[in-house]
């Protein structure tokens, strides 16, 4: 079987400039890669590039073993994000509930996890799912916490059942609890969804709790591909050790 994501050889230069050089991983059903390494190391680059905002100058990215992106319309469903300041990512003027059914009705898909009888069913489900009070989602989204933002947009990316979720620094900028809340959320959805994550972050903790592999960047290079953070590198070790880039 084909893994769900395989990124190969993927390099990515603006004029002369290569923001990233031959990065090659794989990530299959249920599993989580971590992508770390010190500011400025190509991190979000990698993290677009999955999600074809950029096209690579060189290498190939695919889904199932089909090249992404393709033109395909469905292809769009399989892969979403949660990005690093999930406030921007919601329309200011719609409700968050207006927000969340945006990709559900641009694709209409089949779920098979999710009830999809009506939006107000998908709604009551995705709020069970992701710990959100049903009645915060009529609220704009400024009137909700870090932590609850963060969590619909989470309820976002899952309502079509995505194949994998993008998401760029997840718990930057959240209490410990909201962040432990955030954990316990992804864990969970990747047992009951079997969802792929892609997780970009600077906090080691959360990678070693979710990802069953990590790559780590160095100016745009991987100088680790790891399935314990302890086995990384002389480089990888000095940032582990300090939980943290
Ligand atoms: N459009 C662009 N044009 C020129 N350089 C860019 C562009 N986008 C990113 N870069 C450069 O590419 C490098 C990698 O940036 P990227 O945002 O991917 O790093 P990162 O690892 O995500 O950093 P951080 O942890 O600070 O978010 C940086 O040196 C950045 O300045």
């Known amino acids: ?30 599993a989580s890669i971590g992508i770390i390494g010190e500011s400025g190391s190509g991190k979000t680059t990698l993290g677009r590039l999955i999600l074809g905002l950029l096209k690579p100058t060189h290498g190939l990215i695919s889904l199932h073993g089909k090249v992404f992106p393709s033109g395909h319309r469905n292809e769009r ?21 207006e927000s969340i059914l945006e990709p559900f009705r641009r694709h209409r898909p089949i779920l098979r996890h999710f009830p999809a009888t009506s939006e107000e069913n998908l709604m009551t489900a995705l709020s069970l799912a992701v710990g959100v009070e049903e009645r915060l989602f009529d609220q704009l989204p400024h009137q909700l916490s870090g932590g609850q933002i963060q969590r619909a947009a989470i309820a976002r990316a899952i309502s079509i059942e995505p194949d994998i979720i993008v998401m760029d620094e997840p718990t930057t900028g959240l ?7 955030i954990i316990e959320l992804l864990e969970r959805l990747q047992q009951t969804l079997g969802v792929s994550l892609v997780l970009i972050s600077h906090d080691i ?3 070693r709790r979710l990802c069953s592999e990590t ?3 160095r100016d745009g290079r991987a100088v680790d591909l790891i399935d314990r953070l302890e086995s990384g590198s002389a480089y990888t070790q000095r940032f582990v050790e300090a939980g943290t880039w």
């Open 215 to 217: 790559l780590v960047l």
């Open 205 to 207: 903790d959360f990678i």
């Open 175 to 181: 209490d410990v609890v909201s962040r432990a809340q």
């Open 77 to 97: 469903r399989a892969i979403q994000a949660v990005f690093q300041h999930p406030l921007a990512s919601f329309n200011p003027e719609w409700t968050v509930r």
């Open 1 to 30: 079987m084909y893994p769900v994501l395989s990124v190969t050889d993927l390099t990515y230069q603006i004029k002369d400039q290569s923001l990233l050089s031959n990065i090659s991983f794989h990530v299959r059903k249920k």
